[in-house]
T-cell receptor, first 113, second 112 residues
Framework: AQSVTQLDSQVPVFEEAPVELRCNYS??????LFWYVQYPNQGLQLLLK??????LVKGINGFEAEFNKSQTSFHLRKPSVHISDTAEYFC???????????FGTGTRLQVFP | NAGVTQTPKFQVLKTGQSMTLQCAQD?????MYWYRQDPGMGLRLIYY???????DKGEVPNGYNVSRLNKREFSLRLESAAPSQTSVYFC???????????FGPGTRLLVL
């Protein structure tokens, strides 16, 4: 079975500062990894995903994430955040042989002016 | 192209009442999912359907039933609602496990 741990429930940051949201996963088989964002009162939308190949994945809105197999991590980064990045961010994992996506508990990013 | 639609958007039930949450997608996806979202717990999978005519349990299936009516529609039924089922329910669809899951706008359910 797979599991996902998001180490920070809340991350406050000032506008234009860099941010890193941490995600670690556990799995005995190969996985696909995802980051989703949820703006207030909306559904989730995909930021980026890692399927194979280059371990540095670039997504929408200037976000990127790096897959680190040895540390079983998939941390999300942005070099300079905007007020509009205030949202909840979810890391998710699925094994290659299943359709089930397992979500972390989420990290609330709050950007202050 | 509406993507994933859910009805209703809001619902208030009394304990013991039943209801069905409707979900439809117009992307010709094979897989459909029902999740619940509770504060501090992320999204938890209730049931999913990998293809038309098949359904499987997720992490938290107790108290729910599902029907994959056709390729487009996947409904979630609460037979006898309980306060513990107060939550936000999301439906999603995808082509397969490598592909993005597309989410509906959610149904906010309050069980008194």
């Amino acid at each position: 079975a797979q599991s996902v741990t998001q180490l920070d429930s809340q991350v406050p940051v000032f506008e234009e500062a860099p941010v890193e949201l941490r995600c670690n996963y556990s799995s005995s088989v190969s996985v696909y990894l995802f980051w989703y964002v949820q703006y207030p009162n909306q559904g989730l939308q995909l930021l980026l995903k890692y399927l194979s190949g280059s371990t540095l994945v670039k997504g929408i809105n200037g976000f990127e994430a790096e897959f680190n197999k040895s540390q079983t991590s998939f941390h999300l980064r942005k070099p300079s955040v905007h007020i509009s990045d205030t949202a909840e961010y979810f890391c998710a994992v699925t094994a290659h042989n299943t359709d089930k996506l397992i979500f972390g508990t989420g990290t609330r990013l709050q950007v202050f002016p | 192209n509406a993507g994933v639609t859910q009805t209703p958007k809001f619902q208030v039930l009394k304990t013991g009442q039943s209801m069905t949450l409707q979900c439809a997608q117009d992307m010709n996806h094979n897989s459909m999912y029902w999740y619940r979202q509770d504060p501090g717990m992320g999204l938890r999978l209730i049931y999913y359907s990998a293809s038309e005519g098949t359904t499987d349990k997720g992490e938290v299936p107790n108290g729910y039933n599902v029907s994959r009516l056709n390729k487009r529609e996947f409904s979630l039924r609460l037979e006898s609602a309980a306060p513990s089922q107060t939550s936000v329910y999301f439906c999603a669809s995808s082509g397969n496990s490598q592909e993005t899951q597309y989410f509906g706008p959610g149904t906010r359910l309050l069980v008194l």
